[in-house]
């Protein structure tokens, strides 16, 4: 009966050494503060370039004057010239060429689109 006893003795002894650390290891990591990240950002100046420089027509005007001297030309290179933004210069180059009245039009060449005079 003594040989039981201090079996049962010793399993209730090393579980609770298993539980009390593992209970201090929680613990530790319970307590720990959580410290907030805080970092102050200014916000930056956001400069959105417009060109006002040219209207509509005088753009035109520049792009038909390049294509009297250069057998095509690209959305970069419009782009480029008049200081717009590359989809603003596509989507301006597309209506100059969806436009009856307009000398240009859009023609494939490769996998560029490029814009040539009629």
Same mark, same amino acid.
């Given at each position: 009966?003594?040989?039981t006893?201090?079996?049962k003795?010793a ?5 609770m050494l298993i539980v ?5 290891? *929680?613990?530790?990591r319970w ?5 907030p990240?805080?970092?102050?950002v200014a916000r930056p100046?956001?400069t ?7 209207n509509q027509?005088e753009?035109l005007?520049m792009?038909?004057?390049y294509?009297?001297?250069h057998s095509?030309?690209t959305i970069? *290179?419009?782009?480029k010239?008049?200081r ?6 596509e ?8 436009g009856n009245?307009?000398?240009?039009t ?10 040539v005079?009629?």
């Open positions: 009966m003594e040989t006893s201090r079996n003795t399993i209730i002894a090393l579980a009390c650390g593992t209970a201090n290891a *929680q613990r530790r307590h720990t503060p959580i410290r990240v805080v970092s102050i100046a956001v959105v370039h417009v060109s006002n420089r040219f027509k753009r005007a792009a038909m004057a294509l009297r001297t095509y030309m970069k *290179q419009y782009s010239m008049t717009l933004s590359k989809t603003t210069a989507a301006e180059l597309d209506a100059f060429a969806s009245s307009k000398p240009i859009a023609v494939l060449k490769g996998k560029k689109k490029v814009y005079k009629v």
